[in-house]
Structure formats: C-alpha cells, structure tokens
C-alpha cells in the first residue's frame, strides 16, 4: 500500500481517536498491524469507490440539466410545429 499523506486528518482517523485514543496509538505510532486486513483493504477500495462517484456528481448534474433543457426545446418544437 502506498505511503498516505500525513497532513490529511481522515475521518478513519478521527474515529479511531475517539473510540480508542490507544487504538490510533499503536497504529498511526507503534506501526502495529491491523487485526483484519482484509476488512481494512476492503473498506480503503468502497471508500475510493465512493470518492470516484462523488467525483463525477458535477459531470452528472450538468449533464441532466442540458437534457431537461433539450427536453422543453424538444417540447416547443412540437406545440409550435402542430
């Protein structure tokens, strides 16, 4: 796994802290192994996942607004045409 930037406070990090200051300790400091790596693999792939989809909300909304437009142009045409 790459290196993570350290000047970012994550929300897993804020969890951590505050369920077990210990916890975030032996981690983030002792570099102790998470006790289900695979869970934590998993959760890292749904989290970039998300921030893929949250990405693309502006491409999507845009998107949708020029077919609503195209849609009521669509629509004039046909009340003017008949």
């Known amino acids: 796994m790459a290196?993570?930037?350290r000047s970012?406070?994550?929300a897993?990090?804020?969890g951590t802290w505050t369920f077990c200051h210990?916890?975030?300790w032996l981690a983030h400091v002792q570099k102790v192994p998470h006790q289900n790596p695979d869970q934590?693999?998993?959760g890292d792939q749904m989290h970039s996942q998300h921030g893929r989809m949250v990405a693309m909300t502006p491409i999507v909304g845009r998107l949708g607004?020029?077919?609503l437009g195209?849609?009521?142009l669509l629509v004039l045409i046909?009340?003017?045409w008949y």
């Open 12 to 14: 897993s990090d804020i």
């Open 65 to 67: 607004v020029l077919l």
């Open 3 to 5: 290196s993570k930037d």
């Open 22 to 24: 210990r916890a975030w």
């Open 70 to 72: 195209l849609g009521i």
């Open 40 to 42: 934590l693999a998993r």
């Open 78 to 80: 046909l009340i003017i």
């Open 8 to 10: 970012l406070v994550r």
